[in-house]
């Protein structure tokens, strides 16, 4: 069977790239070039401005790589030569695309009467390099292709400027700067007096990126060039060509440069050389030719076909049959994806003539090769799914750092991982992702309608492809995808981010990318045994500058500058002792800044919400802020390093400057200034900002060895924990904690060790400052962590408990406002945690009439001066004498009336109590009706009544509790007419085993109790019994209510004795007695015991059942006739002398039965 | 020469651990009674503690007493119990049980019931504790418990009018009806509970006035029961107890001529499952 290929040939085009020097000299530099309207365009510029008159003219063409511009320049190259076969073609081309534009080339030749030598042509690919190397290489190229080598002097007049320029190229050293731009002018302008010069600079961006290397090259040459060609200049074409703008390539030059090269840029007529899909389109229908009639009419029909199918779906650009048919064997989609795929994610023309006529495996014109043509049926025509294999195959596509590739690389990978699919289902995932890539909205996207133009009846794959999740449907779009983020413009992402971050303050797009890390002063560090630390942050040079606040893990702040203003920030200082501040001042922010922009934008692009639900442009654009936050790194180094920077300490009496060293040397400096005083603590895990948790804990039990055994020679500590480094550091090495010689005892004291002195000074101090009135606490940490101390947060607090301690006679300490008398361990542990829950009063020794009111009140008290000589019993220590005393009482003492009313008063004045000397020289006083004692009072008669009353008033309320319990046991003794506690509790003891009822029976188990050692214990048992409430918890109601109840419940004890008294009386053994009282209405009661012979008692009952009979028809009621019964009888039994008396008392008579 | 062997009884202000307290006192000599203080008990606890104390004739040690939960909640900077960070159990109870305990060989003696299968007080696991259960060793049963403690004339403490455990006025383990009888018994205690929420509320959310700002809590919206800050839950005062009174009188019908302390548990009960405390409630 016949192929493709028998009947469809493919021109040869295109060569992959075009090289304009290498080109030139190949035999036909032009077979299978095509004129594109866009070349054409070029074409007749230069042309008509040949033909227009003397002068030349300059251009500049842009425009993406692979788009031609190069085989342009071949063909400019060839048109203008002289007579030759190589114009011949060129004009030959041309004139089939346009003769006007032909026809002007051969008026300018003849212009310049140039139609037999033709124009010099200079033509030359730049490199990385100064502009003048390259116009070099083009004038020499010039001269040698039109004289054969460079002429004697005397032929050419500019032969020597050739020869010196070439010399001073030739040369490499680094301090000639080359070829003078004077001699190049020279030399072109000697070439153009002679013939027309054509100058192509090809890939002219390579030597505008030299300049951003920082290559000298000087545009002024460009512009002599350009102006030697322009007006009523020489004829000097000049044409460059690069993909971007002269602009976009001096991105990275600074505002000078930058203007100049915008000026030379004005000197040039500027070409975007673009072609339009259409034209894309007329190019691929140059490559195709068919050779058979048979088939070219079959063609034609199927063009029909597909044409009417193109435009049902609204595809107007391949709607035309012969423009369908002429890109055959190319399905009209695969036409219609050509030119956008190319030009969106290869190289223009260059990828698209590649797949078309390259005999890669997967090229169009394998596919002529290898399809075999039917003679009958429908054709077979190349796809998108074969145009997705191409360019899957071809690594071009992928390896280009298109800013679309990323898309690119999404879609072949989930194409490639998926699997399990057929070859149909594979084939429709090909199709949707080629329409994916190359959608831009718009009719030609993956919608049904397409699918099934392109690959027949779908909706079955279809569904399968989504149910597999390789494609989703989107709604809004009514397309098929198979990438899952959304199709975001980086590009235009960026851009509108760019914009954003133009108008942001410097200081406010720094600091928005990242406070800068801190640094460590590390000279100062390492000499004071600590670390420290200074916080940066971004800073313009017209900001007031704050302090650091004390209790700010850092020690100083640096702030880097981003103006270049030569001016350090004015200081904002509400306090003298404050953390320093140091500015660093740069030379030259332009790079920083430049940068800084740059993350910024891409940090704004990657935090838009779009960009959230799209891993492929998160990822895009992650990485390229890695990438610019590596170069902003860098340049925050060299703008802020060694050399460009000045180091300014920022103070209320003139700025200080810093030596300039390497590293941290200018930080290491300022700390040594603000921190001249901070002690030498040799303990790495205390002597730091933030203890570990380890450290805490070692931290603690120093504290609490230190409240609780501070008498102890070491605190008592053994071992080699890191409590005891601790303590050998902070404590004993400096003396804060040692033996006090006088009296033989360890104290806390002032330290002898040389570098705390001024730390002890500090915390001295803000103790006496507290005199007047509280102290928060956090006043007096702030004090040591500020300058000149600096003391570490770890240090502090064990240096603050050392001193309250040292001062605790002298010193208050209140919490939540609440005096607190004794710093306990745990108020300690409170206290590191949260000073400012924390106050401190200063009370210092008191002296004349105070003093003597003290003396009296600490010798009736029995207060003893404390262990260290030189202190004496002072406010705080009566003060605390009398709160830990108020605190040992029991409720009841603190409720009850039942206290003399001076007493009482003392214990309200007591219990209220807030402050220390308010307490004791003024509510006192008043209490026991004394005056009260002001500071300055002079005489005080009444110091020792003062004292007694207080002395008398503790005692009496000491006394109160156990005055309660004798009360109580005198009342029971009173009740029970028992003289001593043994006759009730042997009297309850007799009754233990017999007695079932809860109530009865728990009172006289307490009453038997003799395990009771003392009677209070016993009558305390007794009364929280009756009461249901330990008698230290009572109130003066639950004493009434004792009261009372006692005579009921000792009563009913009473009769209980009786009754087993009498029982054992009637000889024991088991008895069933009652024992009755009788009370009469006025009051009085009779009691008897009464009982039942068992023998009797069948016949007894008889006998009442009878009688009840009989009563119940008198009563009515057997229930009645058992009442009135029971009225008799009680009467009866009543004895003429009514009596309540117990014990003695024996029944009578009266076989009386109780069944009740 | 053996170590002296400690004898030693946990007393949590609850029925069953006062009775075995009561029931021990003359038969397990040198005994050492002890409550674990949070500083934060009912009133009702600590008065009949010290009724306990008459009666036992000897002092019940506190431990922990100067280390509360005020202590802790300042040393904690604000972050609240609860049963997913339960601070309180391991610094207020568990820690100072061992710590006072020691090292020493003991003896612990633990108020499970002989009717009681399923519960598990607090049972040391270090090595030099043994622990055992007179109650379910001698068949001592509920009845058995509160003839005890009829026996001893010591009664049971005040709060089982309304609540059914000791421990803190705020166990987040505690009963939705529970805190209304704690709103409508102690008026104060409930202040201070609703004080503490609504401090770490505010601590935990924006505003930021307090000191406890930065603290454990924040971004951690905390309340003491379960869905609702206790000012809303007073709110329901008398839905609350509708609810509570329609559960006792359901308990109530179905057994006849119960005592009311264990109605009142069963109906409690009722209110939800979650398990009470084991270390506080024993």
Request: some cysteine; hydrophobic content about 40%; charged content about 25%.
């Amino acid at each position: 069977m016949a192929v493709l290929a028998d009947h469809v040939r493919v021109a040869s085009r295109f060569a992959r790239s075009a090289n304009v020097e290498r080109d030139i000299a190949a035999t036909e530099p032009l077979d299978g070039y095509v004129v594109t309207a866009r070349a054409l365009d070029v074409v007749e510029r230069v042309a008509a401005a040949a033909a227009a008159g003397r002068a030349g003219g300059a251009w500049s063409l842009t425009g993406p790589y692979g788009s031609g511009k190069s085989s342009l320049a071949l063909l400019l190259d060839a048109a203008l030569d002289g007579d030759s076969a190589p114009r011949r073609a060129a004009l030959k081309l041309i004139a089939e695309a346009s003769p006007a534009a032909a026809e002007l080339i051969a008026a300018g030749h003849e212009r310049h009467g140039t139609q037999a030598s033709g124009f010099h042509r200079g033509l030359v690919t730049a490199d990385r390099e100064p502009l003048s190397h390259t116009v070099l290489r083009a004038l020499h190229a010039a001269t040698v292709r039109s004289f054969g080598r460079i002429p004697p002097s005397g032929e050419f007049k500019a032969a020597d400027a050739l020869r010196g320029a070439m010399e001073d190229a030739a040369v490499n050293d680094p301090r000639r700067t080359g070829p003078s731009p004077a001699a190049l002018v020279e030399v072109a302008r000697a070439l153009a007096a002679d013939r027309p010069l054509l100058v192509v600079i090809d890939e002219f961006g390579k030597n505008l990126e030299a300049i951003g290397d920082g290559g000298d090259t000087d545009p002024y040459l460009l512009q002599q060039l350009a102006e030697a060609g322009q007006g009523a200049g020489l004829p000097i074409f000049l044409l460059t060509l690069q993909h971007l703008s002269f602009e976009d390539y001096l991105a990275g030059v600074d505002g000078p440069q930058r203007r100049e090269w915008a000026k030379v840029q004005g000197r040039f007529e500027d070409v975007a050389f673009v072609e339009s899909p259409a034209q894309t389109r007329a190019l691929i229908a140059t490559v195709f030719t068919v050779g058979h009639d048979k088939l070219r009419d079959r063609i034609k029909r199927w063009a029909i076909a597909q044409a009417k199918s193109m435009r049902q779906l609204g595809i107007a650009d391949l709607a035309d049959p012969a423009v369908v048919a002429s890109c055959y064997p190319l399905h009209p989609l695969a036409s219609l994806v050509l030119p956008e795929l190319c030009s969106r994610y290869g190289q223009h023309e260059r990828t698209l003539f590649s797949f078309l006529t390259s005999p890669d495996s997967a090229s169009a014109a394998s596919y002529l090769i290898k399809t075999n043509l039917p003679s009958r049926g429908p054709l077979p025509s190349l796809g998108l799914e074969a145009v997705y294999d191409y360019f899957v195959a071809s690594g071009t596509l992928s390896a280009r750092s298109s800013s679309q590739s990323s898309r690119w690389t999404e879609i072949a990978i989930r194409l490639r991982d998926a699997h399990g699919l057929s070859i149909r289902q594979k084939r429709l995932a090909k199709t949707i992702s080629l329409l994916n890539l190359v959608s831009t909205s718009g009719t030609l996207r993956a919608s049904q309608k397409v699918l099934r133009l392109a690959e027949g009846e779908v909706s079955e794959s279809l569904s399968r492809l989504e149910v597999e999740g390789l494609v989703t449907y989107r709604n809004f779009a009514d397309e098929y995808r198979i990438w899952q983020g959304t199709d975001i413009d980086i590009a235009d992402l960026l851009d509108a981010a760019h914009q954003h971050v133009k108008h942001q303050e410097l200081v406010k797009v720094l600091s928005d990318i990242e406070e800068p890390s801190p640094v460590v002063a590390a000279r100062h560090s390492a000499e004071r045994h600590l670390l420290r630390v200074f916080a940066r942050r971004w800073a313009s040079s017209d900001e007031c500058a704050e302090p650091l606040d004390a209790f700010s893990p850092y020690d100083g702040e640096v702030l880097l500058l981003v103006n270049t203003d030569p001016v350090a920030p004015d200081l904002n200082l509400s306090q003298p002792a404050v953390k320093p501040i140091v500015a660093a001042i740069p030379t030259d922010v332009g790079a920083l800044e430049m940068a800084a922009r740059e993350v910024a934008a891409v940090k704004m692009a990657l935090d838009n919400p779009a960009v959230a639900d799209d891993w492929v442009a998160r990822r895009e654009l992650g990485e390229r802020l890695a990438q610019t936050r590596v170069e902003l790194d860098h340049v925050i180094v060299s703008t802020f390093g060694v050399g460009p920077c000045r180091w300014v300490l920022l103070s209320n009496d003139g700025n200080q400057e810093l030596p300039d060293g390497q590293g941290s040397a200018a930080l290491s400096v300022a700390a040594d200034i603000a921190y001249p005083d901070t002690p030498k603590v040799r303990n790495e895990m205390l002597n730091r900002t933030n203890l570990t948790s380890q450290g805490a804990k070692a931290r603690r039990l120093l504290i609490e060895a230190m409240i609780e055994r501070g008498g102890q020679a070491g605190l008592g500590f053994s071992g080699h924990g890191p409590e005891v480094a601790m303590y050998r550091a902070l404590l004993e090495r400096t003396g804060l904690h040692g033996l006090d010689e006088r009296n033989d005892t360890m104290t806390f004291r002032e330290p002898s060790d040389p570098s705390l002195q001024v730390s002890w000074d500090v915390l001295t101090k803000e103790f006496k400052r507290s005199t007047a009135r509280r102290t928060n606490l956090t006043d007096v940490y702030a004090a040591l962590l500020s300058p000149p101390v600096g003391m570490k947060g770890g240090v502090v607090p064990v240096f603050v408990v050392a001193g309250l301690l040292a001062f605790s006679n002298e010193v208050a300490i209140y919490e939540h406002g609440t005096f607190t008398p004794l710093l306990a361990p745990e108020v300690a542990e409170r206290l590191v945690r949260n000073p400012r829950h924390f106050d401190i009063k200063h009370f210092a020794n008191t002296s004349g009439v105070r003093r003597q009111v003290i003396d009296k009140l600490a010798a009736r008290l029995g207060v003893r001066p404390h262990f260290r000589k030189h202190r004496v019993a002072n406010v705080l220590a009566i003060v605390g004498h009398l709160v830990s005393e108020v605190n040992r009482l029991d409720n009841y003492t603190l409720r009850t009336g039942n206290l003399g009313p001076t007493t009482l008063n003392a214990r309200e004045a007591l219990v209220r109590a807030v402050e220390p000397d308010e307490l004791l020289f003024n509510a006192l006083p008043k209490v026991f009706g004394f005056r009260p004692i002001p500071a300055d009072t002079k005489s005080y008669g009444q110091t020792g009544a003062y004292a007694e009353a207080v002395g008398a008033a503790l005692d009496e309320l000491s006394a109160c509790s156990e005055n309660l319990l004798s009360e109580l046991l005198s009342l029971l003794l009173n009740t029970s007419a028992e003289s001593t506690r043994l006759a009730i509790t042997g009297q309850a003891a007799s009754l233990q085993g017999e007695v079932f009822d809860p109530n009865v029976r728990a009172f006289v188990l307490t009453m038997a109790n003799d395990t009771a050692s003392t009677n209070e214990d016993w009558i305390k048992t007794i009364a929280t019994v009756v009461a249901q409430k330990a008698p230290a918890e009572w109130t003066d109601e639950d004493f009434e209510r004792f009261r009372h109840e006692l005579p009921e419940r000792v009563a009913a004890f009473q009769r209980l004795v009786a009754l087993h008294a009498d029982r054992r009386a009637h000889g024991g053994g088991p008895f069933d007695a009652h024992r009755v009282t009788v009370t009469r209405s006025d009051g009085h009661e009779h009691v008897q015991l009464v009982s039942i012979n068992q023998s009797h008692r069948g016949q007894v009952e008889q006998a009442l059942n009878k009688a009840l009979d009989q009563l119940e028809g008198i009563t009515g009621s057997r229930s009645q006739a058992r009442r009135s019964l029971l009225a008799l009888l009680g009467e009866q039994s009543l004895p003429e002398q009514p009596t309540v008396s117990l014990g003695a008392e024996q029944a009578a008579a009266g076989e009386l039965v109780g069944h009740g | 020469m053996a170590e002296q062997v400690r004898h030693i009884c946990g007393i949590s202000g609850g029925k069953d651990s006062s009775a075995l307290a009561v029931y021990l006192r003359h038969t397990v000599p040198d005994m050492e009674y002890f409550f674990c203080d949070t500083g934060a008990e009912l009133p009702e606890t600590y008065e009949y503690l010290t009724r306990l104390e008459v009666i036992l004739g000897q002092p019940i040690v506190r431990l922990n007493s100067s280390r509360g939960f005020d202590h802790w909640f300042e040393v904690f900077r604000g972050a609240l119990p609860s049963p997913q960070m339960r601070w309180c159990t391991k610094n207020m109870k568990i820690k100072p049980i061992e710590d006072w305990i020691g090292d020493a060989p003991a003896v612990s003696y633990v108020a499970i019931r002989a009717d009681e299968s399923n519960r598990k007080g607090y049972i040391s696991t270090k090595p030099n504790i043994e622990t055992r259960f007179p109650f379910v060793e001698d068949g001592v049963d509920h009845d058995g418990v509160m003839r005890i403690l009829d026996d001893a004339g010591i009664g049971l403490p005040a709060y089982y009018e309304w609540r059914t455990r000791s421990g803190c006025y705020f166990c987040f383990y505690q009963r939705k009806a529970e805190w209304v009888g704690l709103a409508d018994r102690h008026p104060e205690l409930f202040e201070r509970a609703v004080a503490i929420e609504q401090k770490v509320l505010r601590d935990a959310g924006i505003d930021g006035e307090a000191d406890f700002t930065d603290r454990a809590m924040r971004g951690r919206p905390y309340t003491w029961s379960g869905g609702e800050t206790l000012l809303q839950l007073h709110s329901r005062r008398d839905q609350i107890l509708e609810k509570h009174e329609a559960a006792m009188t359901r308990a109530q019908q179905t057994k006849v001529n119960r005592p009311l302390i264990k109605v009142l548990s069963e109906t409690l009960d009722e209110d939800d499952d979650t398990l009470p405390c084991t270390v506080c409630a024993l």
